[in-house]
């Protein structure tokens, strides 16, 4: 498959590739983390990630994708 994101070519069947695939990891922990001390959303979450400027660009455009397919 390629990824959904930058068309690269994923190793297994997954959506992503290799790079988009560790930002999607790294993302749902950190989001675990932030549901603990706070009470937000998923799309919530994701805009704060996008407009963070410390947010690096591999995670950008995969919040960017999520947020706009509506995926989680
Ligand atoms: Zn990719």
Known sequence: MNCLICGANTNERSDYCENHLSAYINLKEAYNEWK?????????????????????????????????????
């Open 36 to 72: 603990k001390a706070m009470d937000i959303t998923w799309q919530e979450y994701l805009k704060r990630v996008i407009e963070n400027e410390n947010t690096g660009e591999w995670v950008r455009e995969l919040a960017i994708h999520l947020l706009n397919e509506n995926l989680e």
